[in-house]
């Protein structure tokens, strides 16, 4: 059986960007790292459990690029570039397929956004993977969810709920239905360069990992405002809309989690320049709405708040 110390040699010390910035890496009790001068340390940690965050049997590769990118996505929103990461991995036993799958997904999209493993740590127990993900910014140019203001427009990038109706199709057993759906759930990409490029031009920022309807009101409650939303303007993902129709698509959209697309604000005299910018994005973007000063997200043409199904809560009591 691979003992904890073969399991990081096999498969972990290669599994990241190579890094000149890393001065003490895997191998070591802890990582020594020297961040650019003049630059703010950005830090993000995501946990995935099996059966809470991904259904059993889900191929290691897609796990691996899962545990990532949720991290990446959350960089993303801040305006950050990503360095490095740490991984800490819960195994019932090692299967040394599993954990070649799983470090070939990693792997790949640590190399792609430069991001060097730097340590962690590897025990057995139920399957649970977290990670830890640092990187940096310039001081004062990071995006929060607090600076909306009253006009700024609201969009998001890319289209949404496919993830929801990816999840739907694996859990019924019908993953063969629509391709892009699954890989919609099981491989999210990241808006790392898209963050970036909004840095000095967006006023408020947020991924979407719970939902819109979560998450969203998360940016506007941050920025003691409102917003109003128009449903017909929402960028529903084309093969969610085919297979269940515009309701339950956009219902998906709203409620169902897991695009790993970003929200942000962008004040009106900024909006050419956000078009500008977003020809080169590899994503389309799209005005959905835009921020009030009376608190609560209503949809265009109504004074009530909206009625919206919310997204992923862990905690949330059954009929709360």
């Not at 889900?58 to 993303?76: K, M």
């Not at 730097?118 to 127990?125: H, I, L, N, P």
């Not at 020809?279 to 921020?291: D, E, H, K, L, Y």
């Amino acid at each position: 059986m691979l003992s904890e110390d073969r399991i990081i040699h096999n498969y972990f010390r290669t599994a990241g960007a190579e890094r000149s910035d890393v001065c003490v890496g895997i191998g070591d009790d802890a990582a020594v790292l020297e961040p650019p001068p003049g630059r703010n340390l950005v830090a993000a940690v995501d946990t995935l459990n099996e059966g809470v965050h991904f259904p059993a049997a889900t191929q290691p590769a897609a796990i691996g690029h899962r545990a990532l990118a949720v991290n990446l996505s959350d960089l993303a929103a801040m305006g950050a570039e990503p360095a490095w990461a740490t991984l800490s991995l819960c195994l019932p036993a090692p299967d040394e397929a599993w954990l070649e799958g799983f470090a070939d997904g990693f792997r790949a999209l640590a190399r792609q956004h430069g991001v060097a493993l730097v340590g962690g740590d590897t025990t057995r127990g139920p399957l649970s993977v977290s990670v830890q993900l640092l990187g940096w910014l310039r001081p004062g140019e990071a995006l929060t969810r607090a600076g909306a203001k009253p006009g700024d427009g609201v969009y998001v990038t890319g289209h949404l709920g496919g993830a929801a109706a990816g999840l739907r199709l694996l859990l019924e057993g019908r993953a063969s239905t629509s391709e892009p759906l699954t890989r919609a759930f099981l491989w999210p990409e990241p808006r790392v360069a898209i963050g970036q490029d909004l840095c000095g031009l967006a006023s408020a920022a947020i991924d979407l990992s719970d939902g819109l309807g979560t998450d969203l009101p998360r940016l506007l409650a941050a920025s003691g405002a409102g917003a109003s939303l128009d449903p017909e303007q929402l960028p529903l993902a084309p093969a969610a809309l085919a297979l269940l129709g515009a309701s339950a698509a956009r219902e998906g959209a709203l409620a169902g989690g897991d695009d790993y697309e970003l929200c942000f604000t962008v004040p009106a005299e900024a909006e050419d320049e956000l078009a500008a910018r977003a020809v080169n994005w590899s994503t389309p973007v799209t005005r959905i709405g835009c921020v009030e000063a009376s608190p609560g997200l209503r949809f265009s043409g109504e004074a009530e708040p909206a009625k919206l199904p919310e997204g992923w809560r862990h905690f949330e009591e059954k009929g709360s």
